[in-house]
């Protein structure tokens, strides 16, 4: 007999609601979680200026009514620090801290197929079996450090936006570089202009951003909204993206060019990167409409930063709006005009090297007391590729996943039984609110994981046929849009060697929920059952 019912990999969004959920349904779990503390994505990225771009009523639990009653948002946009406590909260609450444990590193988990249950192998040395294996690694956990020559002389320090020193960083009076200008750059870059003697921004990529518009949360009008959380939380399960917003449901190339103008202006004052992209049918789908939001927003640094050159360097060009992920920042582009802050391209004149007193680029040297990498992921399919996973016949997941990330429904791989990916590759994921996603996910596998117990099945595993079709029409979906001709880690393009496949899917939260909820009426269809 194993273990363990359920052995979960990882303790942040989803694998705290996997311990909770499991554990509610009588089975017994336990979630191995590398962090000194809980919280993943929302531990580990503990860098100054580090926020959610989904709201908090949004991005927050919802399967206890009483728990989403009681908790109380201190700002529309939560910063890290209370999504942390909030996490720690709910652990507390629900009581699931001795399901999990923490500095511990799952290293390996292999599918017996004669006794049917994963053998777990963490880094203390231990081996737990286990009846399933639910990998909640997250999308976004296996940061990366750009391979630059001379970084291992550099006589400063340098940091990871990921791997954050917990105690913080003082850069007061000194010269910092930061590389990387995505989400994370865009936060932290501000933060540190505003104590450093200089900063350098590495920019290899210009990118578009949206205000937050962020502020703190009126108790009047929680009290309001939280009296129908229920009916908003529906709406937010059928929506396309797992947060109910508005669009105008037309197509931005019908409408006059001065109307377009006039509502693309409301929603950039109001705030939000969702409701602004949404704002049109087309502006995702037609490249004509997509360079209508794309030069409102170009026209927008433009009035922001005081240097033309600078301004123009700034310009996004190289994708179309919102086939990356749309950043939010309040205060990234004026702080271009500060007097220490340097804009450096290093598009048209790359970094060559690091020396012991700072960084070379093809046409100058930057003296530098430290150097922030925010540098981004190998997202999506990194952090589970960094674990020795073997399914039928000892094949590696690396192996399977060789030529791109795959998955049934995008949660179960196929060769690989009672195996599940809470938010994998080909679920809407990255491109939904996370946290509805995580639920339900958790939610699908568990009565998955219920049903086939009480039918009297021990293995569930992906048919690769199911498998093939539904990565198929992942990318159907994908390529019917513009989303695929960004470089983005969407498709694994930043990092080099990785195989260019578009990993989320892009067919909508509310019908890819009713997609699931018809295979396991069919008595999970796709799967087979042993
Ligand atoms: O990472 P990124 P991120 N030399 O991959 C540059 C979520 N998130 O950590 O574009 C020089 O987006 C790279 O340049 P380029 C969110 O989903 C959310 O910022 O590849 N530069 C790019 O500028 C987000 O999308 C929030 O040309 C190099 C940057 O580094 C995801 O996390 C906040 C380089 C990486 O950008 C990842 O965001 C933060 C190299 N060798 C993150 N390699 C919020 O909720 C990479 N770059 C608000």
Redesign the pocket.
């Known amino acids: 007999m194993a273990d363990l019912d359920v052995a979960v990999v990882g303790a942040g969004f989803a694998g705290i609601y996997a311990v909770q959920a499991f554990r509610s349904a009588g089975l017994t779990v336990r979630a191995f979680e590398a962090g000194s503390g809980i919280g993943g994505?929302w531990f580990w990225?503990c860098y100054p200026g580090?926020?959610?771009?989904?709201e908090s009523k949004d991005y927050s639990y919802s399967f206890s009514p009483e728990l989403e009653q009681d908790w109380s948002w201190s700002e529309r946009?939560p910063a890290q620090p209370e999504v942390l406590r909030y996490l720690n909260h709910v652990a507390d609450r629900f009581g699931l801290w001795p399901d999990i444990q923490l500095n511990t590193r799952v290293t390996a988990a292999t599918w017996d197929a004669e006794r049917s249950q994963w053998t777990v192998a963490t880094d203390d040395g231990r081996r737990r079996t286990a009846r399933f294996l639910i990998s909640a690694v997250g999308?976004?956990s296996a940061?990366?450090v750009?391979?630059?020559p001379g970084l291992e002389t550099f006589a400063g320090p340098w940091y990871h936006?990921?791997r954050w020193p917990r105690d913080g960083v003082d850069f007061t009076g000194q010269r910092v570089g930061v590389?990387?200008?995505?989400?994370?750059?865009?936060?932290i870059a501000p933060e540190i202009a505003a104590v450093a003697e200089h900063l350098y921004v590495?920019?290899?990529?210009a990118?578009f951003a949206v205000p937050n518009r962020n502020g703190a949360i009126d108790p009047e009008w929680e009290r309001g909204f939280k009296a129908d959380y229920r009916s908003y939380r529906k709406q937010a399960q059928e929506s396309f993206l797992g947060v109910p917003i508005t669009g105008t449901g037309r197509p931005a190339l019908a409408e006059p060019p001065a109307s377009v103008q006039r509502t693309l202006m409301e929603r950039w004052q109001a705030g939000g990167g969702m409701p602004f992209l949404g704002a049109y049918t087309d502006v995702l789908v037609d490249r004509a409409a997509n360079e209508i939001m794309a030069e409102f927003m170009r026209d927008r640094i433009r009035e922001t930063v005081a240097d033309p050159f600078v301004a123009g360097l700034l310009l996004p060009r190289?994708y179309p709006v919102g086939a990356?992920?749309l950043?939010?920042s309040d205060d990234y582009f004026a702080m271009f005009n500060r007097s220490n802050v340097t804009l450096v391209d290093?598009?048209s004149a790359?970094?060559s090297s690091v020396t012991p007193s700072g960084l070379g680029t093809a046409d100058s040297f930057y003296e530098l007391d430290a150097l922030v990498?925010?540098?981004?992921?190998d997202?999506i399919s990194g952090a589970l590729r960094q674990i020795d996973v073997r399914g039928v016949g000892g094949l590696p997941l690396a192996e399977k996943w060789a030529a791109g990330p795959r998955a049934y429904l995008g949660v179960a791989p196929a060769g690989f039984p009672n195996m599940f990916i809470v938010t994998g590759p080909g679920s809407p994921s990255?491109l939904s609110n996370m946290v509805l996603s995580i639920e339900q996910h958790v939610e699908w596998i568990r009565d998955c994981v219920l049903q086939a117990a009480s039918d009297g099945y021990s293995t569930v595993e992906a048919k690769p046929s199911a498998e093939d079709a539904w990565m198929a029409h992942v990318t159907e979906v994908a390529y019917s849009t513009l989303f695929p001709l960004a470089?983005?880690?969407y498709v694994g393009?930043?990092i080099?060697g990785k195989p260019r496949v578009f990993a989320p899917y892009l067919g909508g939260v509310g019908p890819y929920r009713a997609r699931c909820d018809a295979v396991a009426a069919a008595g999970y269809e796709g799967f087979a059952l042993g």
Do not use: E, H, M
């Open positions: 994505t990225n580090a926020r959610c771009d989904v946009y999308c976004l940061y990366q750009p391979s630059l936006t990921s590389i990387g200008t995505g989400s994370t750059g865009i936060q590495f920019q290899r990529t990118n190289a990356k992920r950043c939010q290093i598009r790359p970094i990498f925010a540098t981004g992921f997202a990255v470089d983005s880690w393009a930043n080099p």
